[in-house]
């Protein structure tokens, strides 16, 4: 990748402010398997040992092996399996042996899977924008720092320190932008990796995420890109999946709303730091977005 996209990722992480709320260790042994449709949060799971199969809503199932990680942003479901699943009569419920250890399949039978598997949560406001930013599913094998991470996330869970919060809050920082900087860009659908992965594209998203206070037009992110006007947009569109502006005006919002749920800076500073040159102007752009004033927003979080 070209120096500095690191950045936006960076930022669209810093925005999700990831927060940890389950971290365990899964062993299995014989045939198993858990299934959840009800599941709200953001996913990942690291083979430690052993081989199994995974089945998320929408896409084909994946065999899994040690040494592989898998980020799923916001899953609608998943079966997780033995490599051969068991018949649904069969089943049994998972087991928890201990705080943060978890056993699946029969108790008789020796753990020949063993993962670490961590759910949490975005307390992004607008967070349903920068998850749309992101791959619906990234699979990783054999990168080593990603592994490492995440029994030290584990540990971070189990322990009661002084600030835990904060020591988890940046190591899921790091963990998600490890994953999303190191899955494969091929068949990517439409969002940010992909078009960070597009060296036209990356020096225009750059000034997007990092200077969006500016003045920002598709003339000048053309002239980022080295491309013309036209074609630049139609290959933003295409590969980001929205209009430069509506994307640039979606970003805008989400840094707005991120500083509004803070309550330290006025109407007039948030104004300037994401491009409007008033704070009325800032307000009309935020009613046209939103449907509502900033002072209603702001309003709702303080509730």
Known sequence: MLDGVEDCLSSIVALLKPEMTISKVVEAGGQWQVE??????????????????IEVTGRPPL????????????????????????????????????????????????VEMRALVGHCRFEATGRDLLVSLLPEMIHVSGHDRLMALV???????RADRPG??????????????????????????????????????AAALRRIHLHSGGEISVTALAKDAGMSR???????????????????????????KALLRQGELTNAQISSRVGYGSASAFGMAFVRHEGFSPRAFAGKQDR
């Open 36 to 53: 959840r449709h009800d599941l709200a949060s953001p996913f990942y799971c690291a083979i430690a040992e052993g081989v199994c199969r």
């Open 63 to 110: 065999t899994l092996v040690a040494g592989d990680f898998i980020l799923i942003p916001d899953p609608q479901g998943f079966r997780l399996t033995s490599s051969m699943p068991p018949k649904p009569e069969a089943q049994v419920r998972p087991l928890e042996i201990e705080p943060g250890r978890v056993r699946l399949g029969p108790a008789d039978a020796p």
């Open 151 to 157: 029994p030290v996330i584990h540990a971070e869970t």
């Open 164 to 201: 835990r919060g904060l020591v988890l809050e940046r190591l899921l920082e790091v963990l998600l932008i490890e994953a999303l900087r190191s899955g494969p860009v091929v068949d990517m659908p439409p969002g940010l990796l992909r078009g960070l992965s597009n060296p036209r594209l």
């Open 230 to 256: 036209s074609g630049f947009f139609e290959l933003f569109r295409r590969e980001i999946g929205r209009a430069p502006m509506e994307y640039v005006t979606e970003w805008r919002m989400a840094i707005a």
